[in-house]
């Protein structure tokens, strides 16, 4: 794959990448780790459109640890694909979509107030929004095919072939 962006412009976007994935994979592995953490708090204080569910999910003991269970691993593992560059874009649309949850739970819509401390709210952005903003950008752009195991995998596949066409 052929890349027209200069080695600044792909340097910016793979440490972007990381960074963000730093980001799940931290969160996840410190819920890992934490046997008090649970969602149930987050979900509890949920505001908006989508606050039926959030809440039913945290009033379901095994609904509560099935979503607890799928949040840790879901982090770890956006974090490990985006980190790596491995299977860049799953990753990617998964992270966008944990983060568009975790951003739908509790809104930074005008009039909402939350117990829980938050930081970086911006009167509707906040820092989840634009996190989930800059993967939106990295989905577009195929920096796990140019730096990452993705790229390796794209050679490995692309060897295979040759080899194949002369056997």
Request: hydrophobic share 55%; proline share 4%; aromatic share 14%.
């Amino acid at each position: 794959m052929r890349s027209d962006y200069s080695g600044f412009q792909l340097t910016a976007l793979v440490v972007l990448r990381f960074a963000i994935g730093w980001h799940f994979f931290f969160e996840g592995v410190s819920k890992l780790v934490d046997p008090y953490w649970t969602s149930a708090g987050y979900l509890e204080e949920s505001q908006g459109f989508m606050t039926g569910l959030f809440l039913d999910l945290a009033a379901n003991p095994a609904a509560l640890a099935f979503v607890d269970q799928l949040n840790v691993w879901g982090l770890i593992l956006v974090g490990l694909g985006l980190m790596l560059g491995g299977l860049t874009r799953t990753a990617t649309v998964f992270g966008i979509i944990m983060l568009l949850l975790y951003y739908l739970a509790l809104p930074a819509w005008p009039g909402f107030e939350y117990t829980i401390p938050a930081e970086g709210e911006y009167l509707i952005v906040n820092k989840t929004l634009i996190e989930l903003c800059a993967l939106f950008v990295i989905l577009f752009l195929p920096t796990g095919h140019l730096v990452g195991l993705d790229r390796l995998v794209r050679l490995a596949r692309a060897r295979g072939s040759v080899q194949e066409s002369y056997a």
